[in-house]
């Protein structure tokens, strides 16, 4: 009986971790995008200035 209380509660538990984990990476990949987009925007002007 214990050791079954036990699992339930594990499984309740794991859910909201894996939830926390996808919305940890998604943060994470929106800053990774986010970056690079930041610094490359005054090139793509200075670009889009030159060449049309």
């Known amino acids: 009986m214990g050791r079954n209380g036990e699992t339930v509660r594990n499984y309740r538990r794991s859910p909201l971790r894996s939830k926390n984990s996808i919305e940890l990476s998604m943060i ?4 990774a995008y986010t970056i690079p987009g930041i610094s490359m925007n005054p ?3 200075i670009a889009q200035d ?3």
């Open 28 to 31: 994470v990949c929106v800053i």
């Open 43 to 45: 090139i793509i002007t």
């Open 50 to 52: 030159t060449f049309f």
